[in-house]
C-alpha cells in the first residue's frame, strides 16, 4: 500500500526540517484527543493475519543506532527473518536519527524511496516530523500488534500522538537520575541513607564535597549542566515544576516562575563556584564513555545523568560504589519524578508494506527480543506491564525498581511537546550558557525567546 501526498506538502518539509520538531510535555490526565477528529478508521490488518505469514515481501528499515547498539538491532533483524521466512528484512544503519536530523529520510520521501520503517533516537525531531506530515498513522495497525495508547504509561500519551492521530511507538526509554559515588560520600561524612531530596540538600552536599587547590578544583560535588542537562536545556526547569507548553491553548510558557528559577539558581551556582574554573574542571576530563570521566575518578561525588550510565559504570569503573536515587527538586517541583527519552518506530510517507512493518514492530515488543537491550541499557518498557518480565525485575534489582516507580509517576514525562522545541531547545542552551558565563538575568532573555518562537508557533497552528 503506497500512500500518496503532494509534492507541496514535501518541499514544506524539506523548507522547514531545520525548525519544527519536539520535545514533550508533562502527562495529561488521558490521551489526547483533537476536536471534531473522524472516527478511527477500520483495522487495515487483524492480528490473526499478521500472526498466519500471509504477509510476505521486503521491509525496508532505517535503524539509527551504532555501535553494540547496532549489533544488537541486527541480531534482531536476524531472529525475525528466522521467525518469519517470507519477509525478509532490508535494513540500513542510517546516523542522525535514521535521517530525520541529516535530510536523508525527507530526501528518501521526496524521491519516493522512503523505507517502510524507522526506529529514531531522537524523539524531539522525530514528534515535529509527526506533526508536520512525514509520517503515517499506526491507528489502523494497532489492534493487529494488540496497542492502545493507554496501555502505555501516561508520560508517553502527548509523544505517541499528535492532532489526534497515532504516529509514534515508543520501543524503550530511559529516566533521569542522581548518582552518587557511596565511598566518596562515607568519606565526607555523609549519610547516604539520608541522600539530597531538595535543591539545597544537593548544595549542602556539593560544598562538604568541593575541594580546590589555588585556582583549580581538584573534586567537585556537583556540576548542574554536565551530562544530561548539558544536552536538554529543559531539564531542570521541568524537574523544577514547569509547564513550558499548554497544549490546550498552543501557548509557550517560558517566563513561568519555575523557568526562570531554574535559570537562576545555575546563575548562582556559576557566580559563586566560577563557571570558568568549573568549565576548566570539566573540559579536562573525560566523557561518560571513557575511564576518564571525573565520576568514575573520585573526582566528582554526584552526577545526574540517565541509566545508560550503569553500563558505562559496567564497563569503565566496575570497582566505583554507588546508588542511584530521584533528582533532587524544589518542594513544589517534580519531586520523585523524571524526564523520559525514547527510542521511537514510525512509518514514513510513502510506506510500501505498512502490514510487514506493523509484523516486526509487534515482534519487537516481545520480552525475549527486547531482553539484551534492556540487560545492557537497564532501558525501560514503555508499559508497567513489560517491567515484569525483565531480568532486572525478576533479580530485585534496585536500580530498575526506582527507575519503574519513576517512570509511573504522574508528573514524568517529555519536556515540552510543540512544533518548534527543536529550535526553541538550540536558543534555550544558547541562552542559559549565557546566563552562566555572562551572569545574564534569565527574565528578560526568557521573555524575548517566548515573544519570538509563539510567533513561529501560531504559525504551525
Known amino acids: 500500500m503506497k500512500i500518496k501526498r503532494s509534492f507541496a506538502i514535501i518541499i514544506c518539509l524539506l523548507l ?25 478508521p477500520a483495522p487495515a490488518v487483524t492480528a490473526e493475519e499478521l500472526e498466519s505469514g500471509e504477509f510476505q515481501g521486503t521491509l525496508t528499515y532505517w535503524s539509527c543506532f551504532s555501535g553494540d547498539s547496532m549489533i544488537w538491532d541486527q541480531g534482531r533483524v536476524e531472529k525475525f527473518m528466522s521467525e518469519f521466512p517470507d519477509i525478509n528484512v532490508e535494513v540500513q544503519f542510517v546516523p542522525e536519527a535514521a535521517g530525520i536530523r541529516s535530510g536523508q529520510l525527507l530526501a528518501a520521501i521526496a524521491g519516493g524511496t522512503s523505507p517502510d520503517l524507522i526506529i529514531a533516537d531522537d524523539y524531539v525531531s522525530a514528534f515535529g516530523f509527526a506533526g508536520q506530515g512525514a509520517f503515517e498513522a499506526w491507528d489502523p495497525y494497532l489492534p493487529a500488534i494488540d496497542m492502545k495508547v493507554e496501555d ?31 565511598d566518596m560520600a562515607a568519606g565526607y561524612g555523609l549519610d547516604i541513607e539520608n541522600y539530597p531530596k531538595t535543591i539545597d540538600e544537593l548544595m549542602q552536599w556539593h560544598q562538604v564535597m568541593t575541594r580546590e587547590s589555588g ?20 531539564f531542570w526547569p521541568f524537574m523544577f515544576g514547569a509547564e ?21 539558581w545555575q546563575r ?14 570539566t573540559a579536562a576530563v573525560g566523557g561518560l564513555f571513557s575511564p576518564d570521566h571525573p565520576f568514575f575518578t573520585n573526582k566528582l561525588g554526584l552526577m545526574v545523568v540517565g541509566n545508560w550510565a550503569t553500563n558505562a559504570m559496567r564497563i569503565y569503573a566496575p570497582d566505583v560504589n554507588y546508588i542511584c536515587v530521584p533528582v533532587p527538586t524544589p518542594a513544589t517541583g517534580r519531586v520523585e519524578s523524571t524526564t523520559l527519552g525514547s527510542n521511537v518506530f514510525a512509518m514514513p510517507t510513502g510506506v510500501k508494506n505498512p502490514e510487514l512493518a506493523a509484523t516486526f514492530v509487534k515482534f519487537s515488543q516481545r520480552a525475549d527480543i527486547n531482553g539484551e537491550n534492556f540487560d545492557t541499557w537497564r532501558s525501560i518498557p514503555t ?79
Open 16 to 40: 522547514t526540517a531545520s525548525l519544527f520538531a519536539a520535545c514533550g510535555s508533562s502527562a495529561p490526565a488521558a490521551p489526547p484527543a483533537a476536536q471534531d477528529e473522524p472516527a478511527a
Open 152 to 182: 502505555f504509561m501516561p508520560g508517553f500519551w502527548n509523544l505517541m500522538q499528535s492532532k489526534g492521530s497515532t504516529y509514534l511507538l515508543p520501543q524503550d526509554s530511559n529516566v533521569i537520575m542522581l548518582y552518587i559515588n557511596t
Open 215 to 234: 585556582n583549580s578544583y581538584d573534586v567537585l560535588g556537583v556540576v548542574p549542566w554536565l551530562d544530561t542537562p548539558f544536552d536538554d536545556p529543559f
Open 244 to 264: 513550558i507548553y499548554h497544549h490546550d491553548t498552543n501557548t509557550l510558557d517560558l517566563t513561568a516562575r519555575p523557568v526562570v528559577d531554574a535559570l537562576n
Open 268 to 281: 548562582e551556582y556559576a557566580n559563586t563556584y566560577d563557571a570558568e574554573r568549573i568549565n576548566g574542571f
Open 383 to 461: 508499559t508497567d506491564a513489560g517491567f515484569n518480565e525483565v531480568s532486572w525485575t525478576l533479580n530485585g534489582d534496585p536500580i530498575y525498581a526506582l527507575q519503574r516507580k519513576l517512570a509511573n509517576s504522574p508528573k514524568s514525562g517529555h519536556p515540552a511537546l510543540t512544533a518548534v522545541s527543536a529550535q526553541l531547545r538550540a536558543e534555550m542552551i544558547q541562552m542559559r550558557d549565557n546566563i552562566v558565563y555572562n551572569n545574564a538575568d534569565p527574565l528578560p532573555l526568557l521573555q524575548e525567546l517566548q515573544d519570538r518562537m509563539q510567533a513561529e508557533l501560531d504559525k504551525t497552528a
